[in-house]
C-alpha cells in the first residue's frame, strides 16, 4: 500500500476517571495532552450511576476496597463523576487548550445531557453497546459522530448493532472498534487480527475502525494502525501508581507522547519505492556496489 492509503493516526488520551474526582488535576491532564503528548483527542466517561445502576448495585461495597472512593460501590461513583456542568467547562477547556473533548456516555440521561454541549463525537463503551433505546435516540439527535466499542460483545451482537446504525441511516457516523475489556489484556488476548476481521466485514458499512487497547506499552498499536484502525485509543494517567482500578493499565504522559510520535514515524513508512534506487541510495551504491570486471 501507498502512504496515502493511510490516514495519519488520531489518538484518544482517555483520562476517564483517572482524574480522581479532582477538576484541577482533569485540567492538568487537558494541558499534558495537548502540549507534552501532542495527543489530538482527550476522552472522559459521563454516568448517572442512579440510572445505571440497580439498587442492589448502588449500595453494596466496592469490589476491591483498596482503589475505593467511597464506602459502597455508588459512593465510589459518584465521587468520580462530573457533573453535567463540569463536563461543560472541561470542553470549553479543551477549546481554550486546541485539544478536542469527548466523552463516553453510560446511560440515557448521561447521552441527553453530553449531546446539548455538542461535541464531534460521542463514545459508547463496551459495557453499554447493547442499550439500543441510548443509540437509538442518539441517531435521532445526535449529528456528530458516534463511536463504538465491542469489548466482551459476540459477533452477532456486534452484526445487531451495526444493522440498527443502517437501519437509522447513521452507519457512515460510526467508528467501530476492536477490544478486549481486560485491565490489563495480556498480549494473548489482544487479538489484533479481529481488526483485519472487522474491516472486511464493515470497512464498507461504517465510517472508520478504530483499536481501543487496555494493555501495557505501545508496540501493539503499531501494528492495529498497520492493520487499518485509524483511532487509537489508550488510557492515559500522570501516575499508574495511583489509586483507581484503571491506572495500572494506563499511558503515563511520556508513554502517551511516544506513541503519537511513533504512529507517525510508521504513517510515513507506509509506502513504495517510488523508483528502484531512491536518492538516499544513490552514494551508497557508487561506494558499495559490487562492480563486475
Known amino acids: 500500500m501507498d502512504k496515502e492509503v493511510y490516514k495519519p493516526a488520531r489518538v484518544i488520551a482517555e483520562i476517564g476517571c483517572n482524574h480522581k474526582g479532582d477538576m484541577e488535576i482533569a485540567k492538568e491532564m487537558i494541558r499534558m495532552a495537548k502540549i507534552f503528548c501532542n495527543a489530538h483527542i482527550v476522552k472522559f466517561q459521563k454516568r448517572n450511576n442512579k440510572e445505571l445502576l440497580t439498587e442492589e448495585q448502588y449500595n453494596a461495597p466496592h469490589p476491591n476496597p483498596a482503589n475505593a472512593y467511597g464506602q459502597t460501590y ?28 469527548s466523552t463516553s456516555v453510560w446511560d440515557l440521561t448521561s447521552a441527553k445531557e453530553i449531546n446539548s454541549i455538542k461535541p464531534r463525537m460521542i463514545k459508547i463503551p463496551s459495557a453499554c453497546n447493547n ?19 465491542t469489548g466482551m460483545t459476540t459477533k452477532p451482537e456486534v452484526e445487531e448493532i451495526v444493522r440498527l446504525f443502517e437501519k437509522k441511516g447513521r452507519n457512515q457516523d460510526v467508528v467501530l472498534y476492536s477490544c478486549t475489556s481486560g485491565y490489563p489484556v495480556p498480549f494473548e488476548d489482544i487479538c489484533l487480527l479481529d481488526i483485519t476481521s472487522m474491516k472486511e466485514k464493515y470497512g464498507h458499512r461504517v465510517k472508520e475502525i478504530g483499536f481501543s487497547g487496555h494493555h501495557l506499552g505501545i508496540a501493539v498499536d503499531m501494528a492495529a494502525y498497520v492493520l487499518g484502525a485509524s483511532y487509537i485509543e489508550r488510557h492515559y494517567t500522570l501516575d499508574r501508581t495511583w489509586k483507581g482500578t484503571d491506572h495500572a493499565a494506563s499511558l503515563e504522559p511520556q508513554g502517551v507522547r511516544k506513541l503519537v510520535r511513533d504512529l507517525e514515524a510508521v504513517r510515513k513508512s507506509l509506502t513504495h519505492k517510488h523508483e528502484d534506487i531512491l536518492d538516499i541510495e544513490k552514494v551508497q551504491r557508487q561506494k558499495l556496489k559490487y562492480k563486475k570486471s
Open 131 to 149: 442499550h439500543f433505546e441510548m443509540l437509538e435516540w442518539l441517531c435521532d439527535h445526535f449529528s456528530g459522530e458516534i463511536h463504538v466499542s
Open 74 to 101: 455508588g459512593e465510589h461513583r459518584e465521587f468520580l463523576e462530573f457533573s453535567f456542568q463540569q463536563h461543560a467547562e472541561l470542553k470549553a477547556y479543551c477549546e481554550e487548550m486546541g485539544i478536542e473533548y
